[in-house]
């Protein structure tokens, strides 16, 4: 048993449809990470501590925006997601903040003005940023529900407020704020420097889920930001949507990563520990669930590959990325349980790994819209009634 070659848990080979160029690019980030990422990421999710050593390293990588910036392919951008949350998703968290939801941000809705100010540091990532719209009563009905307000004061906005669970803010440099302007009710968004005066923040502690990942809340207490760093084409709502449509999808990919690491853990582990005098993987039962796994890994990363030929041909809709996100995210929660399952008691020694994956991917089935908003977002469009109040 111990001569069995390790199969490669792309089984399907999805890998073999990128370019050449984009799988050396893949392969490199892979290396990467088994040098630098997996040594390290139990310790610092035990910890509840951020690898902040690990960001100019990612700089020289050289990842940010992969598609509108280094004109790579939407299934690119998700295998390159998924596999840096197959070794972590606490970075592979701080990686999608960065990236689709705060450069998402200013690629869509920024001037052309703005864009060539600030989006040259932050693909190099010499300074880094997030995405803050989710408030402390306020998260699925966020639309109607948003209380951070914005006020026009001569030259600058005056914003007040207070954000929850805003990964990584307290050691970035900028954050999107979103906020309801009081002069006519419209949300709208704006690039805030965090060390303006009035902005702090308050580290939220024992998470089960994304320990190394350092939300906060945001507390706006008067901070004047200049009137320029509105972003220009962010003005409703609508225009949210606009960013979240894209990192919904994201979020698929990051529950296919998770998916990939529940199953090299359970299968290595099935094949190495012995019980009863032979491996586990020789019992009939642990050979199904090792299937189960491997099913639900194909199926979720073959939804999340044709939603990409779609974004590929700007013909993904809302209700698409929803539907992806929703049930992708559903199979990893299943996937995660199997794999823990495999594992025994060891299974809930974060030593082991899994305990870490099976607690992240909590996480991803709640947040960019939970599991049961998204997937009335999909009925909607299907039904033509809506079920939101």
Do not use: C
Not at 292 to 299: E, Q, R
Not at 315 to 331: M, Q
Not at 349 to 354: A, E, L, M, P, V
């Amino acid at each position: 048993m111990a001569d069995l070659p390790y199969p490669t848990a792309d089984f399907f080979g999805f890998e073999e449809l990128l370019t050449p160029a984009e799988r050396a690019k893949l392969h490199e980030v892979r290396a990467w990470l088994a040098a630098e990422v997996a040594p390290i990421a139990v310790d610092h999710w035990n910890r509840q501590e951020f690898p902040q050593h690990l960001i100019p390293q990612i700089a020289e990588l050289d990842i940010v925006s992969p598609v509108r910036r280094l004109g790579h392919s939407h299934l690119f951008a998700g295998l390159l997601t998924a596999e840096i949350h197959r070794t972590d998703a606490s970075v592979g968290t701080f990686m999608s903040g960065h990236d689709g939801l705060f450069t998402g941000s200013i690629e869509l809705l920024a001037s052309e003005e703005q864009r060539a100010a600030w989006l040259p540091d932050i693909y190099a990532i010499r300074k880094k940023g997030v995405f803050a719209i989710t408030e402390p009563d306020a998260g699925s009905d966020v639309a109607g529900g948003l209380t951070t307000t914005a006020r026009r004061d001569g030259d600058s906005w005056v914003l007040n407020g207070v954000k929850r669970w805003i990964g990584s803010v307290t050691f970035s440099d900028y954050v999107i704020i979103w906020a309801r302007d009081e002069a006519d009710d419209q949300v709208k968004g704006f690039l805030v420097d965090t060390s303006l005066p009035g902005f702090s923040t308050t580290l939220i502690e024992h998470k089960i889920a994304l320990r190394a990942v350092l939300n906060a809340n945001v507390f706006l207490d008067n901070v004047r930001v200049p009137a320029d760093h509105k972003l220009a084409g962010a003005n409703s709502f609508r225009d949210v949507n606009r960013v979240l449509t894209g990192t919904r999808a994201v979020v698929g990919w990051q529950a296919v990563g998770l998916q990939l690491a529940a199953f090299d853990i359970a299968r290595a582990y099935a094949v190495e520990r012995t019980q009863f005098g032979k491996p586990l993987a020789a019992f009939q039962l642990i050979q199904g669930q090792l299937s189960s796994i491997l099913a639900n890994l194909v199926s979720s990363t073959s939804m999340m590959a044709h939603l990409a030929r779609l974004q590929d041909a700007d013909a993904a809709r809302g209700e698409h990325t929803a539907l992806a996100k929703a049930h992708v995210t559903k199979l990893t929660r299943e996937s995660v349980a199997l794999a823990r399952s495999i594992l025994g008691g060891n299974g809930v020694d974060t030593s082991y790994g899994i305990a870490k994956v099976f607690g992240d991917a909590e996480a991803l089935y709640s947040y960019e819209g939970t599991y049961e908003v998204n997937m009335l977002i999909a009925a909607r469009s299907v039904t033509g009634v809506s079920a939101f109040v």
